[in-house]
């Protein structure tokens, strides 16, 4: 069995990726028409990246549950380039979910961001890096110090539910 780590990203950490990250696109030659980042994880790294692109539209998908179709309908998609931008891509489920929801939405051409991605996922067209096995990528929104201590909150639930490690 592989050993657990945390790799917790302070955020000086996190802008130089989201940089390089925006900068792998614009040497791509893609240009979005606009940029989509996943809530929760991918508003933050979605929104910096906006930063870097500002003549692009930007918006957030919010999950939903499997039964929902995975995301809220987003209306004004049809005939656009679109770049889905996410924080972390471990199996590529959802991801994958809602890749086929935005070109339902009519997107005409889709690739897909992220900061970080596990060594068997390999549907993402831009990524900073892969995580090693066993390695836990612990983002800054969630950590919270207290009284000199880390709290690392964990996903509970896929669509929101976040508690604390114990």
Known sequence: MDRIFLNVIDWEQLHCDVYALAEQVMRSDYVPDII???????????????FAHPEVEFRIAYPK???????????????????????????????GEIKKRIIEFGAVELKSACLYCSQDHHDLDYFVRRIEPGERIVFPWYALKDSGHLKVFEYRDRFGKHEPIE
Request: hydrophobic share 40%; charged share 15%.
């Open 36 to 50: 989509i980042g996943i809530g929760y994880g991918g508003i933050i790294p979605s929104t910096l990246f906006y």
């Open 65 to 95: 549950s499997r039964a929902n179709g995975y995301i809220e309908p987003l209306p004004g998609l049809e005939g656009k380039r679109v770049l889905l931008v996410d924080d972390l891509a471990i199996t590529g489920d959802s991801l």
